[in-house]
């Protein structure tokens, strides 16, 4: 069941005990600005976004509530930039090579947060090589 939001939703991976820590330590300030928080792996989010569940998973996705959607690096930055003290961050971040750095960190950390969370099923040789 879908929570209502004035703006959209923040969905986070429901499997990554990082991902759901951080995701309910912002959930006031997320709140205020009118967003909810989601995992990827809720049943109406694949439908939602018209994807699989196995491409929804890949990402951080934020889904506006007008039904527009971004992933990754570009959801710190959609949210950064409407809370006022993280403005500077996502106006800068936003920028062509900043861009690339906190693409470049977010793909990194996407790949290896089962690893970070606490819970690793890879093997040691295949950590942080993208593979998952």
């Not at 403005?87 to 790949?111: D, E, N, Q, V």
Request: charged share 25%.
């Amino acid at each position: 069941m879908r929570i209502p939001a004035r703006s959209g939703w923040l969905l986070y991976d429901g499997d990554c005990s990082f991902c759901v820590r951080w995701a309910h330590f912002w959930l006031p300030v997320l709140r205020r600005r009118g967003f909810e928080i989601d995992t990827l792996q809720a049943e109406w989010t694949a439908g939602a976004l018209g994807m699989t569940r196995e491409e929804v998973v890949r990402d951080i996705r934020f889904f506006n509530a007008d039904g527009r959607s971004c992933a990754g690096a570009d959801v710190y930055l959609y949210v950064a930039r409407r809370i006022w003290w993280a403005w500077p961050f996502g106006a800068i971040f936003s920028l062509p090579g900043f861009r690339f750095l906190i693409w470049t960190g977010y793909r990194w950390f996407a790949k290896n947060r089962q690893c970070i969370s606490g819970f690793c099923a890879l093997p040691d040789e295949t950590r942080g090589t993208g593979s998952r």
